[in-house]
């Protein structure tokens, strides 16, 4: 499995929107077996995505996708910036397939 | 929703170990969407642990359940420290119940 933890900062007053288009984009992308979009708790204009697919080449791919690339052009004005990204290889745990199979 | 994300540093070589204790002990928690257990890439001794529960009282009760209580005491000698923990409020996306439902 391939997983990925971002933050990104909003554009002040935005962080509802941004938010909303990544959670409008995210259903059917192949490979992909959880993405979960939350709010900061501290900072206001701060968004949490994590990520878990099945491997590196379906998490790549799905940046072609039509609706992936339509997210990205519209949630791009609300971006301020973003924060260090964490690679990682998820090996288990609840709410994965791999895991729920158990 | 009620999210944590959260990295734990083993002793070195126990992370595998660790590892398997932390994925062991997550079924049946009440109240836990998802729970996913990763490595980090660039740290041999890192874990990344996030986190998604119903509500935060659904995540300190589960701190009491006897299958987590056994899981800290086991894994307590093998975790050399741990970092920042971040907390979260889960809106959506793909992987938690609520998304799935979308």
């Avoid at 409008?24 to 697919?53: F, I, Q, R």
């Avoid at 990205?72 to 260090?84: L, T």
């Amino acid at each position: 499995m391939f997983g990925l933890i971002s933050n990104i900062t909003a554009v002040p007053g935005r962080r509802d929107d941004l938010m909303a288009i990544l959670i409008e984009s995210v259903s059917n992308m192949p490979g992909c077996l959880s993405y979960v979009v939350a709010k900061d708790l501290t900072n206001e204009d701060t968004v949490w995505v994590t990520e878990v697919w099945d491997n590196k080449a379906s998490h790549d791919a799905s940046l072609s996708l039509p609706s992936v690339r339509k997210a990205i052009a519209a949630g791009k004005p609300m971006i301020k910036g973003f924060g260090n990204q964490v690679i990682t290889t998820p090996v288990g745990g609840y709410g994965v397939p791999v895991a729920q199979a158990r």
